[in-house]
């Protein structure tokens, strides 16, 4: 039974910085490309981050880009997420998921995601 259990959400201002992490049991974690996404109130789940298997691939919403970083440790079964230079818009649950392979959606699709965390609560406050 795959499991996936963020952490390091919380309450900072706008400019800081926080550090997200997901661990993984469950299932063989070095296989799989693992995402983050993130819900606004009232808006739908979106892509935020997705790294490959080896973590040598990356790819990033256009909102995040130069600010967050993904990573991941397959020797720890977990996904990092390094959010830098945090804007109030970033307000939001992150989830972490495992992609589902061969499945015909697009890379920022949560539909492509078959297991996901229960989140973790990032707020930025001005």
């Known amino acids: 039974q795959v499991q996936l259990v963020e952490s390091g959400g919380g309450l900072v201002q706008v400019g800081r910085s926080l550090r997200l992490s997901c661990r993984a049991s469950?299932?063989?974690?070095?296989?799989?490309?693992m995402g983050w996404f993130r819900r606004i109130p009232g808006k739908e789940r979106e892509f935020v981050a997705r790294?490959?298997?080896?973590?040598?691939?990356?790819s990033y919403a256009d909102s995040v880009k130069g600010r967050f970083t993904i990573s991941r440790d397959n020797a720890e079964n977990t996904v990092i997420l390094q959010m830098n230079n945090l804007q109030v818009e970033d307000t939001a649950v992150y989830y972490c998921?495992?992609?589902?392979?061969?499945?015909?959606?697009?890379?920022?699709?949560?539909?492509?995601?078959?297991?996901w965390g229960q989140g973790t609560q990032v707020t930025v406050s001005s």
């Open positions: 998921a495992r992609d589902r392979p061969q499945i015909a959606y697009r890379n920022d699709d949560p539909r492509r995601y078959q297991y």
């Open positions: 469950g299932g063989a974690f070095n296989t799989y490309v």
């Open positions: 790294i490959s298997q080896n973590g040598g691939v990356t």
